[in-house]
């Protein structure tokens, strides 16, 4: 079946980088573009972007660019997101999403000194 | 960007009882394609969000027919014909039709 699985939780000091990868399967992975949705502890969801897995050209929402990096590994099927100099604010769990669906089961990113 | 407002933000229902979100977008969600992306998320306690609704009205396989959804515009519904007890979460809309997508604040569907 169609999945999205993404790797396990980080815990990173502030000014530490991550990366956060998402692993598709059962579909063609370059057919569709890779979504990134933030979502804070208790707080809504935040779309912070997309991938085009054919071309891997990345686009940033305004409040991820800088940051953040989206790429993919294409042999792999797989996308990341890398998030540079890390902050308290980054605190969260991030999906990515095949478009509206499916997602992630998410990632737990946790930012403490 | 497109701001959606979701209401109510909480929802207290019985098991059975037919309840209805509403979306309020700021601007038209109909693309120049012809096509508006309006569609409807449910996140469930602990889990991801998942495909309920999309392009409006279209039920995603393997969803209950209890949910519908309907509108056209700015002001599209979310309605669940008797909702059950694993339809507890909280559901968001999410637009598709301009850059940057954005979702709505979420409404909290919660028994009474």
């Known amino acids: 079946q169609i999945q999205l699985v993404q790797s396990g939780p980080e815990l990173k000091k502030p000014g530490e980088s991550v990366k956060i990868s998402c692993k598709a399967s059962g579909y063609t992975f370059t057919n569709y573009g890779m979504y990134w949705v933030k979502q804070a502890p208790g707080q809504g969801l935040q779309y912070m972007g997309w991938?085009?897995?054919?071309?891997?050209?990345?686009t940033y929402a305004d409040d991820f660019k800088g940051r953040f990096v989206f790429f993919l590994e294409t042999s792999a099927s797989t996308a990341y997101l890398q998030i540079n100099n890390l902050k308290n604010e980054d605190m969260a769990t991030y999906f990515c999403a095949r478009e509206a669906d499916p997602w992630g089961q998410g990632t737990l990113v946790t930012v403490s000194s | 960007d497109v701001v959606l407002t979701q209401t109510p933000p909480t929802l207290s229902a019985t098991i059975g009882q037919s309840v209805s979100i509403s979306c309020r977008s700021s601007?038209?969600?109909?693309?120049?394609?012809?096509?508006?992306?309006l569609h409807w998320l449910l996140q469930r306690p602990g889990q991801s969000p998942q495909l309920l609704i999309y392009l409006v009205s279209r039920l995603e396989s393997g969803v209950p027919n209890r949910f519908s959804g309907s509108g056209s515009g700015t002001d599209f519904t979310l309605k669940i014909s008797g909702v059950e007890a694993e339809d507890l979460g909280v559901y968001y809309c999410?637009?598709?039709?301009?850059?940057?997508?954005?979702f709505g604040a979420g409404t909290k569907l919660e028994l009474k």
């Open positions: 999410v637009q598709g039709t301009h850059a940057p997508y954005t």
């Open positions: 991938i085009n897995t054919e071309t891997g050209k990345p």
């Open positions: 601007q038209s969600l109909l693309h120049s394609n012809g096509n508006t992306y």
